[in-house]
């Protein structure tokens, strides 16, 4: 063989061979499981727009698994995550389960409401707040830029502790936003959850608050100091009418004004009802908010009102706010409470600058052996009826949930992990996976598929940090692609298949190349990264679960041992 001829062969050989490949994300650890307070976490709740500083919480008591909800919706202010009955919906075994069979249950968390024990612990860039500090729920343009809210550590009447929104900002200290209506004796309640930076060193602070009317059937008392069973009075909380509220905020001296919706989607005084912004953009030359409000009875009794997805037009002249009309974002199936009565409750979510709104329907029927969550797209410029992208996908019934929205048309979120089909209806919860969607192509993508990458065999190269890692849930995300997620950490390739010893920890993904022109993940970037295929929550009786697996799993599991230095 020639020079030449040998110079051609190894290029052949050289082109044949498998070339490594980075992941599309990279992984980096913000908060483990061993640096909380808590026993369950840490979970990403938000992040900033700018700097990418993921704000995390965790939690002493577990009760999201006994409402079925993603540990992102324990928040005693928003009652469609919690007001249902556990029973009609799972299995009883599994309600008993998640409700007192080991410490640190749902009974716990029920008794630690009526005789207050703080629960929550907030972490932002590397330093942890309380309850009485401050829970950080959402973050503007930087870490300077927070809102949430604080708990009292002083009980007024009913054993109720006054809960009180707040904002931090650049050169201002911490400030309380209180609800404009207070109870003598009693106090307000009031919570922020979004924030929206404006010009002349301004904020517009979003979220709910108390109305100057009483809660019915006395439910300020049976929130805060009632009945402990499973199916008991928590469905009265949070114990006040709540309703849309915006705090106008002066950066620099720390003046504000605040402006409450006037009116509900539907109005009655003989139910509970609340209402939230829970996102706010501007949209072209108009402002706009997004969130719930309450909508019309399903039943007799108080505690029978529902929640529908809305929007608020609003309008900024100087420094006065002006709330317009609330509309229903409309949706396939008529609004809860409302004719055939499908669906339970839906919320919104997030708004982009373009008018893309993400949000949720939650099933009030059976759907595929499912009470589902299912995720709606919509735009307030069109007004269109909302797009459900994972309805019955990859099987009738499943569930999905919308948690974060870039101005790009990004999505992130979670669903059922892909092999799930287990009954949940009268079995278990199903295990969760994160997914990134793409609104203007309608492209998905696991998470799991993009934190992978291949060795120059053209095996996958999955480690990351030493460790192994599987994504559940993701809140946020920036213009950029950076991604705010929570993630379950195992320490081999044994234990992640198996699902065996995790670790919780939140996580920040960052992107290793660039998305397609149309903001699409490459196609080269997608390695396979899926579990076994288990069925998860299914047992040999076809309907409840196996509690052992499911406890190592959706957090049952996740549950740690007290450090000893707290």
């Known amino acids: ?154 009980a007024t009447s009913n054993n109720y502790h006054p809960r009180t929104a707040f904002v931090t900002l650049p050169g201002l200290d911490q ?65 006040f009418n709540t309703q849309a509220t915006f705090w106008l905020v002066d950066g620099d001296n720390g003046d504000f004004t605040t402006t409450q919706a006037t009116a509900y989607y539907s109005t009655n005084s003989s139910l509970l009802q609340t209402a939230s912004v829970m996102s706010m953009a501007k949209v072209g030359d108009d402002y706009y908010a997004v969130g719930y409000s309450s909508t019309k009875e399903a039943g007799s009794a108080s505690t029978s009102g529902r929640n529908v997805a809305v929007v608020w037009p609003l309008t900024l002249a100087d420094d006065t706010l002006t709330i317009g009309s609330l509309t229903k974002i409309p949706l396939s199936k008529n609004a809860p409470g409302e004719g055939d009565e499908v669906l339970r409750h839906t919320w919104a979510v997030a708004i982009n600058e373009d008018g893309w709104v993400i949000g949720n329907q939650k099933y009030s029927s059976v759907k595929g052996r499912n009470i589902p969550i299912e995720m709606f797209v919509y735009n307030v410029t ?43 209806y009268e079995g278990a919860p199903r295990m969760q996976e994160a997914f990134l969607y793409n609104i203007n192509t309608g492209s998905s993508w696991y998470l799991n598929d993009l934190i992978c990458g291949t060795d120059n065999d053209g095996a996958n190269a999955c480690v990351q940090n030493g460790k192994y890692y599987y994504l559940a849930y993701a809140n946020a995300i920036a213009d950029d692609g950076t991604i705010a997620a929570t993630a379950y950490r195992y320490d081999s390739e044994t234990d992640w298949e198996n699902q065996n010893n995790p670790t919780t920890v939140t996580v920040r993904l960052t992107p290793n190349e660039s998305f397609d022109t149309d903001g699409d993940v490459p196609d080269s970037a997608v390695v396979t990264n899926q579990l076994p295929s288990t069925d998860l929550g299914e047992n040999d009786g076809g309907g409840a679960l196996g509690l052992g697996l499911l406890a190592g799993l959706l957090g049952v599991g996740l549950i740690r041992r007290r450090k000893s230095s707290k």
């Open 382 to 424: 069109t007004g269109e009826t909302a797009d459900i992208p994972f309805e019955n996908s990859p099987n009738r019934g499943s569930n999905s949930e919308a948690g974060g929205l870039n101005n790009n048309g990004l999505v992130v979120g979670w669903r059922d992990e892909r092999s799930e089909t287990a009954p949940v």
């Open 1 to 154: 063989m020639n020079k030449k001829q040998t110079l051609v062969a190894l290029a052949v050989l050289t082109s044949c061979a498998a070339q490594a490949q980075d992941p599309f994300f990279t992984i980096e650890e913000v908060v483990s499981a061993s640096d909380i307070a808590g026993n369950f976490g840490p979970w990403a709740r938000a992040m900033s727009k700018e700097d990418k500083t993921v704000a995390a919480f965790d939690v002493t008591n577990d009760w999201f698994s006994f409402f079925n909800m993603a540990p992102i919706g324990m928040d005693l202010a928003h009652r469609m995550g919690y007001e249902r009955y556990c029973s009609s919906v799972l299995a009883d075994d599994v309600c008993n389960t998640y409700w007192n069979k080991t410490d640190n249950r749902a009974k716990q968390w029920r008794l630690d409401t009526i005789s207050y024990v703080a629960q929550t612990e907030s972490l932002v860039d590397g330093s942890s707040t309380s309850e009485q500090d401050g829970i950080v729920t959402t973050m503007g343009n930087t870490a300077d830029e927070r809102a949430g809210y604080t708990v009292s550590d002083s």
């Open 175 to 239: 400030l309380s936003l209180p609800a404009a209506h207070e109870f003598d004796g009693v106090g307000g309640f009031s919570s922020a959850y979004s924030l929206l930076p404006l010009d002349n060193d301004r904020y517009l602070v979003g979220g709910t608050a108390n109305t100057s009317t009483k809660g019915p059937d006395s439910a300020l008392a049976t929130c805060y100091d009632g009945d402990t069973g499973q199916s008991e009075d928590y469905p009265l909380c949070p114990g």
